[in-house]
């Protein structure tokens, strides 16, 4: 793996990019807050990029919930969310690379629902668009699609996630092909669309956990569903998504750039990218 992306995918901020709206005074200083990271990742392509997100209800219907989905296709038709589709390239899915995590995913004792045809949403665009926000044709990388439920009660706790994306690096690491792998974790940060506190920002919690997410994701893997929707609202546990991202990284990492930005629409935008250094040498190497 070479490097991870956590991010918000609030939909307005695809629109404000197809809409050509990101100079705009409202839109200026979340866009300049990621420049220099799409910079950082212009240089650093990966050939595959993981991305765990969850959808909004446009591909998976409420009466099936998986708690965790992959994607084995080979491409993936932008969503239709009643608005038309977001003008972005079709997703190319990476088929084999999808078909071994499966499998290693499973018998790391992980239940993983199988998607061989999935029309992605914004959940899964607006990242894209974050670290590359003019694709032309096509997007630089092929994707393959992690879902979460963070929708319908019960969510995955955050233990979970985390231990997910402690096997999802294990099993990246075990493809028999050399593969430049990028990992992003998605949704957030906090907000609320509904409810007597619709509207609701945590910006002291969310500072907490733009450091956290660096140097002890086992404290935010410790907060229960409860804690995250108390502190967060009840669309800001989407941040879990985001440990699956940092389990996945491993211990040595480097933050390379990170961003703040309150509002983007009514949520708290979040971002943060990690270099991955790669896993502890052992004893043995490290004294070769």
């Known amino acids: 793996m070479t490097w991870g992306l956590a991010t918000s995918h609030v939909p307005s901020i695809g629109a404000a990019m197809d809409r050509g709206k990101t100079e705009d005074p409202y839109w200026k200083p979340l866009f300049d807050g990621y420049a220099p990271a799409r910079e950082w990742m212009a240089r650093h392509t990966p050939d595959v990029a993981v991305v765990v997100y969850n959808d909004h209800a446009n591909a998976v219907d409420l009466s099936v919930t998986p708690t965790f989905a992959i994607g084995a296709a080979a491409s993936y038709e932008v969503a239709d969310e009643g608005w038309g589709s977001r003008p972005v390239p079709t997703v190319v899915g990476a088929p084999e690379l999808s078909d071994h995590l499966i499998e290693s995913l499973v018998d790391s004792s992980f239940d993983i629902t199988v998607f061989q045809d999935l029309a992605v949403d914004h959940g899964l665009t ?41 096997a999802l690096g294990e099993a990246i690491r ?69 440990l699956i991202m940092r389990g996945a990284l491993g211990p040595r990492i480097r933050r390379v750039h990170d961003a703040y930005h309150v509002p983007a629409s009514n949520t708290a935008a979040g971002m ?17």
């Open 272 to 288: 943060v990218l990690f270099e991955n250094l790669g896993t502890v040498p052992s004893e043995r190497s490290a004294t070769a």
């Open 126 to 166: 607006v990242p894209l668009s974050v670290y590359c926000p003019d694709p032309g044709e096509s997007w630089p990388c092929a994707v393959v699609p992690v879902l979460v439920n963070v929708i319908q009660y019960p969510q995955p706790t955050a233990a979970r996630c985390l231990a997910l994306g402690k």
């Open 174 to 242: 075990s493809f028999p092909e050399d593969l430049k792998v990028a990992v992003f974790g998605t949704g957030g940060m906090s907000h609320q669309l509904a409810g007597a506190r619709a509207g609701l920002i945590n910006q002291d919690f969310d500072r907490m956990y733009l450091d956290a997410i660096e140097h002890d994701p086992e404290k935010l893997a410790a907060l229960t569903r409860e804690d995250y929707i108390r502190e967060a609202g009840s669309e800001g546990i989407e941040l879990i998504m985001w």
